[in-house]
């Protein structure tokens, strides 16, 4: 799967390995500084001010590396991740669940059937359909996730008690 977590842009004029290498490049560096300021400012200040700019970083980053690398791009993901992270501490639902949207879609590929990981961003994406009023579209991520859970923690796992009877509550 190395080839789609690494996908380049399909254009008519590919990127020259140069461009790639480049953009490689510049994650890796926005991605450090990204974990740098996210830890400044989570820990040193934690007003809306810096965790607006934080995903400021995000989205600026996506959108340059959007030119080069297609959302399924291990990098693009990260990025994504991370926004999605900022838009649920500041609770901006909507955003959130923009980017959980763009990053299951990858995930479900990316990682195998019964993947923590995978069974994580459904949780998430639940609990934001909920918090959304989209009564539907939560229950159905929410049984995603407990599904992939049950394979991985076995069914009597309290976690999964806690989330059926969250289930349960709405």
């Known amino acids: 799967q190395d080839k789609e977590k690494l996908e380049i842009c399909k254009m008519k004029d590919p990127p020259s390995a ?16 990204f974990r740098r300021a996210k830890h ?47 838009c649920l501490y500041v609770q901006d639902w909507e955003g959130a669940l923009c980017y959980g949207q763009k990053i299951i879609r990858h995930y479900s590929k990316h990682y195998p059937s019964y993947s923590l990981n995978v069974a994580s961003m459904w949780l998430k994406l639940g609990r934001l359909y909920m918090a959304l009023e989209n009564r539907t579209a939560g229950v159905k991520a929410l049984k995603r996730a407990i599904a992939i859970m ?17 289930l349960e509550d709405h």
């Open 18 to 33: 140069e461009t790639v290498k480049d953009m490689i490049k510049y994650a890796r560096n926005v991605i450090e500084e």
């Open 40 to 86: 400044y400012k989570y820990i040193l200040c934690l007003t809306l001010t810096p965790l607006v700019e934080l995903l400021e970083i995000c989205e600026l980053s996506l959108d340059k590396m959007g030119a080069v690398f297609e959302d399924s791009n291990v990098y693009m993901l990260h990025m994504m991740y991370q926004a999605m992270g900022v």
């Open 150 to 166: 049950e394979v991985a923690h076995g069914k009597d796992h309290p976690y999964i008690s806690e989330i059926k009877k969250e």
